[in-house]
T-cell receptor, first 115, second 117 residues
Framework: EDKVVQSPLSLVVHEGDTVTLNCSYE??????LLWYKQEKKAPTFLFML????IEKKSGRLSSILDKKELFSILNITATQTGDSAVYLC???????????????FGTGTLLAVQP | KAGVTQTPRYLIKTRGQQVTLSCSPI?????VSWYQQTPGQGLQFLFE???????NKGNFPGRFSGRQFSNSRSEMNVSTLELGDSALYLC????????????????FGPGTRLTVL
């Protein structure tokens, strides 16, 4: 069964700290790994990774994928209270015989940034 | 460009009733996926539509169904509601130039919060 596991489940840090969120996966037909941020509303897209070892960066956030060890990390540097949210990792699948946008989600990491 | 819109935003129903939720994707996006989000199970894939055809389906009972119209708008229907159907239902749209393409990058709407009493 396809599975995506995130750790830690929750994390409390202080403003200015650096955090690393982990995502490991076991799926049969891997195509891509995506990170989303969810506050009290819809998940907002952060990154999509398809190649190993290539870091994607957006401001204080960065992410990298290791397809050999089947995991990804999301780093947030100089955290701010506005970074408080649930961070979701999802894996996109290849579907033999046709295309699909089906995503398998992890349960998320709840990040709380204290002032 | 307008984002994904969903209506209604909140809905309260009783067991046994049925409900229809609506989703309008980002302009130009022909792929629409539906997800159920609950505290216990997280985000789970329901189904995906592309050009009015269901392209993939998750492990949900037949009470959950959907359809897509020629303008890419999509609806999902849940019949004979159960208490366990209480959840946030999220719609996501994605660009796909043809039926054999997918880019996985999906943009979510605000969701419909369904409460079943």
């Amino acid at each position: 069964e396809d599975k995506v596991v995130q750790s830690p489940l929750s994390l409390v840090v202080h403003e200015g700290d650096t955090v690393t969120l982990n995502c490991s996966y076991e799926v049969t037909n891997f195509r891509s790994l995506l990170w989303y941020k969810q506050e009290k509303k819809a998940p907002t897209f952060l990154f999509m990774l398809t190649s190993s070892g290539i870091e994607k960066k957006s401001g204080r956030l960065s992410s990298i994928l290791d397809k050999k060890e089947l995991f990804s990390i999301l780093n947030i540097t100089a955290t701010q209270t506005g970074d408080s949210a649930v961070y979701l990792c999802a894996v996109g699948l290849l579907n033999y015989g046709g295309a699909t946008n089906k995503l398998i989600f992890g349960t998320g990491t709840l990040l709380a940034v204290q002032p | 460009k307008a984002g994904v819109t969903q209506t209604p935003r909140y809905l309260i129903k009783t067991r046994g009733q049925q409900v229809t939720l609506s989703c309008s994707p980002i302009s130009g996006h022909r792929s629409v996926s539906w997800y159920q989000q609950t505290p216990g199970q997280g985000l789970q894939f329901l189904f995906e539509y592309f050009s009015e055809t269901q392209r993939n389906k998750g492990n949900f009972p037949g009470r959950f169904s959907g359809r897509q119209f020629s303008n890419s708008r999509s609806e999902m229907n849940v019949s004979t509601l159960e208490l366990g159907d209480s959840a946030l239902y999220l719609c996501a749209s994605s660009y796909a130039p043809d039926s054999q393409s997918s880019y996985n990058e999906q943009f979510f709407g605000p969701g419909t919060r369904l409460t079943v009493l």
